[in-house]
């Protein structure tokens, strides 16, 4: 099992600032994935990076994808309270079928 | 195109009893996976199917079982239920295997 590993645990922030979460592993990864899961909902998928290096926008929220694959960030410029929610990573290895999931980040966006 | 269907949404068990779950993936999708998500342990791979064949399996034990069927809609099916069984159970579609995947709402099991 390929080990993600999300910081901060916990985050919470007030409307409008800036906040970034970090997802780490020591494997490297052939793609990563991004969700956003609300409670008692299942996680929605926000983005998939498969290129080292590279960088997607989806609104105010911003993934990066590490040169060597192996961690990924996501920033989220001017929060909002509808950005409240779990944000999990997920990655896929080289060699499984398996999607191994960190553990999340729980982001509270308070007005 | 309507989204990943999985019933019952809640459910109360009495250690001891088995459950069935079931999920209807997005029309197309032939590929499902299932996961169990407890506040400890985050989400959790239990196995993933394609074409009716268990491709991949977790690290859980035999009780947890599950299969697919020819219209790609899949159970798992969990026996002598634990208390520390109680979870959500979240279900993926996939077009195919190592595509990306949808999730539903999920099922929550609770074992009493």
């Known amino acids: 099992t390929q080990l993600l590993e999300q910081s901060p645990q916990f985050l919470s922030i007030q409307e409008g600032e800036n906040l970034t979460v970090y997802c780490n592993s020591s494997?490297?990864?052939?793609?990563l994935q991004w969700y956003r899961q609300e409670p008692g909902e299942g996680p929605v998928l926000l983005v998939t990076?498969?290129?080292?290096?590279e960088v997607k926008k989806l609104k105010r929220l911003t993934f990066q994808f590490g040169d060597a694959r192996k961690d990924s960030s996501l920033h989220i410029t001017a929060a909002q309270p509808g950005d409240t929610g779990l944000y999990l990573c997920?990655?896929?290895?080289?060699?499984?079928?398996?999607?191994?999931f960190g553990k999340g980040t729980s982001l509270l966006v308070t007005p | 195109k309507a989204g990943v269907t999985q019933t019952p949404r809640y459910l109360i068990k009495t250690r001891g009893q088995q459950v069935t779950l079931s999920c209807s993936p997005i029309s197309g999708h032939r590929s499902v996976s299932w996961y169990q998500q407890t506040p400890g342990q985050g989400l959790q791979f239990l196995f993933e199917?394609?074409?009716?064949?268990?491709?991949n399996k977790g690290n859980f034990p035999g009780r947890f079982s599950g299969r697919q069927f020819s219209n790609s809609r899949s159970e798992m099916n969990v026996s002598t239920l634990e208390l520390g069984d109680s979870a959500l159970y979240l279900c993926?579609?996939?077009?195919?295997?190592?595509?990306?995947?949808?999730f539903g709402p999920g099922t929550r099991l609770t074992v009493t």
């Open positions: 990076v498969v290129t080292g290096g």
């Open positions: 997920a990655g896929r290895g080289n060699s499984g079928y398996a999607l191994n």
């Open positions: 993926a579609s996939s077009l195919s295997l190592l595509y990306e995947q949808y």
């Open positions: 494997s490297v990864f052939s793609s």
């Open positions: 199917y394609f074409s009716e064949t268990q491709r």
